[in-house]
T-cell receptor, first 108, second 117 residues
Framework: QKEVEQNSGPLSVPEGAIASLNCTYSDRVSQSFFWYRQYSGKSPELIMSIYSNGDKEDGRFTAQLNKASQYVSLLIRDSQPSDSATYLCAVVTRQLTFGSGTQLTVLP | KAGVTQTPRYLIKTRGQQVTLSCSPISGHRSVSWYQQTPGQGLQFLFEYFSETQRNKGNFPGRFSGRQFSNSRSEMNVSTLELGDSALYLC????????????????FGPGTRLTVT
């Protein structure tokens, strides 16, 4: 079992819709969770950090964490074409471990 | 505040040569991690340094090595280059264990694109 797993996608949503990205992790003691956005040809950019169970909102982005289910998700409301990118889930195990990413395309 | 910088941005080397990549972290950050990114393998962890000490190492051969200096700047070296080493090499900095809850928030540099021919 991989330490951090994401649906590879690709995921396509129409402009204005909610995009839902999911991630599961295997290490029960993990305490820090992150979402990164990576545009094609660019380096990953940190967009959300979450450390406690529940929801954390920042603008159009909401991160959700459920430690009992070992599950973290990212919701993007009112999706825009500029949100089209690969989204990487990252979890602290012995070091920061990344999932393989979900490619999101927002269709105009 | 200036971000993470990496030099050079692009590099073309011949198989068998060696290469050194450099990374300057965000001011105040004491931890530097290195990753290799390829289309097929995604982001693969190479190593992590904190206060000049290697804290963690990924599953890469000994040809890959690194070090960190007292000013937190870091270098990685790849010896005896192979075609499969062609990749984007990313450096990321963070506060490290001195950063409390934010210790592991990593910020990436633009990367060094290495091509081995």
């Amino acid at each position: 079992q991989k330490e951090v797993e994401q649906n590879s996608g690709p995921l396509s949503v129409p402009e204005g819709a909610i995009a839902s990205l999911n991630c599961t992790y295997s290490d029960r003691v993990s305490q820090s969770f992150f979402w990164y956005r990576q545009y094609s040809g660019k380096s990953p950019e940190l967009i959300m950090s979450i450390y406690s169970n529940g929801d954390k909102e920042d603008g159009r982005f909401t991160a959700q964490l459920n430690k009992a289910s070992q599950y973290v998700s990212l919701l993007i409301r009112d999706s825009q074409p500029s949100d089209s990118a690969t989204y990487l889930c990252a979890v602290v195990t012995r070091q920061l471990t990344f999932g393989s990413g979900t490619q999101l395309t927002v269709l105009p | 505040k200036a971000g993470v910088t990496q030099t050079p941005r692009y590099l073309i080397k011949t198989r068998g040569q060696q290469v050194t990549l450099s990374c300057s972290p965000i001011s105040g950050h004491r931890s530097v991690s290195w990753y290799q990114q390829t289309p097929g393998q995604g982001l693969q962890f190479l190593f992590e340094y904190f206060s000049e000490t290697q804290r963690n190492k990924g599953n890469f051969p000994g040809r890959f090595s690194g070090r960190q200096f007292s000013n937190s700047r870091s270098e990685m070296n790849v010896s005896t280059l192979e075609l499969g080493d062609s990749a984007l090499y990313l450096c990321a900095s963070s506060w490290g264990i001195s950063g409390g809850e934010r210790s592991y928030e990593q910020y990436f540099g633009p990367g060094t694109r290495l091509t081995v021919t």
